[in-house]
């Protein structure tokens, strides 16, 4: 199986560390399941048990924490979008996720060095003044260091730690060869979409190992945002940056983990907890490009109540038309319209048959929950948990290109609550997805719309001769095939076998008895204990046969 299929020797080496965490922490099971129990064996006999007592109190969602954070910068990824899948997992496990920290023990700068002048061409002191060796910040997937350029302008490095690529794309494979396991053995996990689940993420954490790709997303938001005078985004200086180095202006100010200190600095957190989701608000509603992970560690606080952004390695993609579905389930959800919630989410999803009945039910009912409510006391977190309970029960599931979406507006209601415990995004967002509602139905924009279905409605009838004509020919050719699947056939196969099986052992056994009886009757020939030989033989075959025959009846009878 899983074993099997990994034929580079390059992977062998992180299979067994993977394997050795997934046993510390219980998960020996899961290990077997994927056919890593080779990798099992070696790690069993070399592995040294630590913190027993104390991981033998922690439960599965814990422990699957633990497994997360200790397997590295993937898995941590990996770990904080699954925070945002309500829809897959049960609160527990998504609350277990949500504290997963990109956190990690800082790299000696005299590891950086090498790869650093690399990617600057030349020495630090050709480039800098000055560069402070102990870092600012330490993650999985790189460091930042603090250094002044030749200049006097005061600038950060990005710098990708070393040989972290060939650990991540290792474990990209081995998560696309267990994808396979998964849809092939788990038909029922189909529904959603894990392959494409893993092609998104693996799309997303490659473009985060992109330095410079990052910056676009950060040059690409400051142009969406040039208008607002309370955003800042630190510039980026592109002569030095490359795909393994991010070098960009240092914006000081009050870091936003640190709200403690905004009163001393004269800033209003109020102001900043609404300056902040409206730019996020039109990230997100209006332009389709957002920060994905707006947390409060990726935020400064500077005067005049304005907020700088930072790190946009993570960052979500919206279609002008998901966006248009976003904001109509909103409205529907704000203004009590359960039939249009419905229907979104049954587009949303590809599950064929579904009670519609009891899902509108359902879902009237939360609407009418959550709309007894005052805005100002929608938790939105939880909100979304009880909605997403909903679906797990019809399942249904959301597109793999929501979680980020869904990941942006939770944190951005934890970022809103720690600078304003009263403040309420949903509350703060309700004018403006009424804004948008009436700005789709303006005359231009359904004039827009219209135009742009009757275009693609052209192109649909003018490449339709074409299509039929391929179509036509490859059910010539046969190159259509027809596939019937028939629920538990295999089991129903495997009787029947079992059953043939018996019935001509016991043909075979009566023939064996009868051709004996006759061969007893002829005289001469060889003689075993004053009999014939081959009527020895015969009974011998033969009560072997009905022995044989009735070990199986009777093993059958016990299985069922």
Partial sequence: MFWGMINAARDLGRVQEIAGILIRYGFGSVVQMLGMSQALERVGKTLHWQHAEELAKLDTPQRLRRVLEELGPTFIKMGQIMATRVDLFPPAYIEEFGKLQDHAPPVDFAELLPQLEQDLGSSIDDVFLNVDKTPLAAASLAQVHRAVLKDGTEVILKIRRPGVRRVIEADLRLLNRLVEIIESDETELQRYHPREIVRQFSQSLRRELDFAAECRNAERVAESLKDNPHIVIPKVYWEWTGERLNVQQYISGVPGNRIDQLDEAGLSRKLLAERGTEAMLKMIMEDGFFHADPHPGNVIYLSGN???????????????????????????????????????????????????????????????????????????????????????????????????????????????RHLDPDFQVLAFATPYIQRLMVERYRPDAIAKRGWRNILSMADMLAAFPKEMHHLLRATRKGL???????????????????????????????????????????????????????????????????????????????RH
């Fill in 480 to 558: 259509i095939p027809v596939e019937i699947s028939v629920k538990r056939l295999d089991s129903h196969v495997d009787k029947i076998d079992r059953a043939v099986s018996r019935l001509t052992m016991g043909i075979v056994t009566a023939a064996l008895i009868i051709g004996t009886s006759i061969m007893m009757t002829v005289k001469g020939g060889p003689e075993i204990m004053g009999l014939p030989a081959f009527g020895f033989f015969g009974y011998i075959f033969a009560a072997l046969g009905g022995i044989w025959l009735l070990f199986s009846i009777w093993r059958s009878g016990r």
């Fill in 306 to 416: 304005r907020l700088a952004f930072l790190d946009f390695g993570m960052v979500g993609r919206l279609t002008e038309d998901r966006r248009d579905q976003v904001v109509s389930f909103l409205y529907g959800m704000v203004n009590q319209m359960p039939e249009r919630v419905v229907q979104i989410l049954e587009d949303w999803s590809d599950v064929i048959q579904t009670d519609e009945q009891q899902l509108s039910i359902e879902i009237e009912a939360f609407v009418d929950q959550y709309s007894s409510l005052a805005l100002k006391d929608v938790n939105l977190p939880t909100m979304m948990t009880d909605l997403m309970s909903i679906l797990r029960d019809h399942n249904l599931s959301l597109p793999p290109d929501l979680a980020l979406l869904i990941k942006a507006y939770i944190t951005l209601d934890g970022f809103g």
